[in-house]
């Protein structure tokens, strides 16, 4: 079983339009987060929840919504999609008992813009 | 503001030889911790060691080990015995106690050559 996973892995989209990557993990984990990697590699944190809590916002647009149903699910929801936002988006849970950044990473979902 | 540099861009060793990737960092936090994480062709980030500032001694994870100088804020990792599949971007990575938000480096990419 995948510990963290994310759908779509691939997502190719037109600009203007709104799209959702979903996440999951069944580790058990309080502590969900979004990262966004972009073209150059290079990872940021965009949010963290904490049992469904949001605990870090940084300065993401706010066409970018993250959403907690439950402390396993945190999905990502991103509106009038522009070409900057073309990334690759990674999802990672962490156990915080384990100490902090022990994140568990999902396997990325690659979002390109057109 | 905490800052991870990770000074060479691209890398590559020979199977077998042993390599050392650089990372500093800077902060005036007291209680913080370090990482290498790998992010293999496959795009999904593992854990591969982890280091306390509390702690004097350096990690060693199987062939991989971290040099930390807590002084200097450097903390290199070094791979033993390289292997085909350590080629891998290599990303350095800090977090302080109390904080949910893992700060990456621009990261490392390895190749190891047959």
């Known amino acids: 079983d995948t510990a963290v996973s994310q759908t779509p892995k691939y997502l190719v989209t037109q600009m203007g339009n709104d799209k959702s990557i979903k996440c999951e993990q069944n580790l058990g984990h309080d502590t969900m987060y979004w990262y966004k990697q972009d073209s150059k590699k290079f990872l940021k944190i965009m949010f963290s929840?904490?049992?469904?809590?949001?605990?870090i916002n940084e300065t993401v647009p706010n066409r970018f919504s993250p959403k907690s149903p439950d402390k396993a699910h945190l999905n990502l929801h991103i509106n009038s999609l522009e070409l900057g936002d073309s990334a690759v988006y990674f999802c990672a849970s962490s156990p915080r008992t384990g100490g902090p950044g022990e994140l568990f990473f999902g396997e990325g979902s690659r979002l390109t813009v057109l | 503001a905490q800052t991870v540099t990770q000074s060479q861009p691209e890398m590559s060793v020979q199977e077998a030889e042993t390599v050392t990737l650089s990372c500093t960092y800077d902060t005036s936090e007291n209680n913080y911790y370090l990482f290498w994480y790998k992010q293999p062709p496959s795009r999904q980030m593992i854990l591969v060691i982890r280091?306390?500032?509390?702690?004097?001694q350096n990690a060693t994870e199987n062939r991989f080990s971290v040099n930390f100088q807590k002084a200097a804020k450097s903390f290199s990792l070094k791979i033993s015995d390289s292997q085909l599949g350590d080629t891998a971007m290599y990303f350095c990575a800090f977090t302080f106690g109390g904080s949910e938000k893992l700060v990456f480096g621009k990261g490392t990419k390895l190749t190891v050559n047959p």
């Open positions: 929840y904490n049992n469904k809590e949001l605990i």
């Open positions: 280091q306390e500032a509390y702690k004097q």
